[in-house]
């Protein structure tokens, strides 16, 4: 089982208005598979704690070195300061890592399948990681749903990731403002667009979906509608309470 240590941040990186990376050093960190989460604990100078959960960004080639993505809440306990408040230096608690379904490694192959709500590209970035870091050549294609581009997560990385590699395809959806030269889709993610971007059911990939509840439930749906194996494809969820 997973015990609480000590975890010192000693690097924090802004993502968007409302998001950050933030890096922490842990002893005696037993590594991870791409995909799976920590559990965060801060403990306040009257002793009151406050936990919440939040997937791990880095991929398992990062020996000793845990990334999360955090993104703020403003009615959140943790999320603020994490995001705003917290600095290199700074010391909470991890346990983990957690998760032993939603996982991905290089050696199960693919076609990868990955469709994000929001930050729900955290752990699926892991995965994109992990793959790059192996320098693997399985198939696969990401799919984001942002509300605008500013919102979209790792927008400077995906886009080299998706320039230096012809066996990855990156598609953006922008379901509020786009730019006036946007070419990427500007809508909700609906069945159409989803059998635009993925493969066709019979090449069985392993598709991984995570995001809010709604969003999971309906690209769930969606996938299944089309054929694709039910036991293929693979969710996670959050909810409001969750950051």
């Known amino acids: 089982m997973a015990v609480w240590q000590q ?3 000693h690097d924090k990186r802004t993502e968007t208005e409302r998001a950050a990376t933030l890096r922490f050093d842990t002893d005696g960190w037993p590594g991870h598979r791409a995909g799976q ?9 009257d002793g009151y704690q406050a936990q919440r959960s939040y997937s791990i960004a880095s991929p398992p080639e990062d020996d000793g070195d845990v990334a999360l993505t ?3 809440l403003d009615d959140g306990e943790v999320s603020p300061y994490l ?7 700074d010391m909470c608690e991890l346990r983990g890592p ?5 996982v991905w490694d290089a050696a199960d192959g693919g ?6 709500g929001g930050s729900g590209v955290v752990p699926l970035m892991s995965m994109l990681r992990h793959r790059a870091a192996l320098r693997s050549d399985v198939p696969a294609r990401l799919l984001l749903s942002a509300r605008t581009l500013d919102d979209v997560l790792y927008a400077d990385e995906l886009r080299a990731l998706d320039v230096g590699d012809d ?10 403002t786009a730019p006036p030269d946007w070419t990427g889709y500007h809508r909700r993610v609906d069945e159409a667009m989803l059998e635009e971007v993925a493969w066709p059911a019979a090449d069985r990939p392993h598709a991984y ?18 054929g694709h194996d039910p036991g293929l494809v693979k969710t996670e969820r959050f909810g409001a309470t969750g950051s």
């Open 7 to 9: 975890a010192t941040l």
């Open 37 to 45: 989460h920590v559990d965060v604990r801060l403990t306040a100078e």
């Open 70 to 72: 955090v993104e703020r």
């Open 83 to 89: 995001v705003d408040d917290m600095a290199p230096g």
């Open 98 to 102: 957690i998760g032993g379904w939603f």
């Open 111 to 116: 076609p990868l399948l990955l469709v994000a």
């Open 167 to 176: 066996a990855l395809a990156v598609s953006i959806t922008l379901t509020r």
């Open 209 to 226: 979906v995570c995001g809010p509840t709604p969003f999971v439930e309906a690209v769930a749906a969606g996938l299944v509608d089309l």
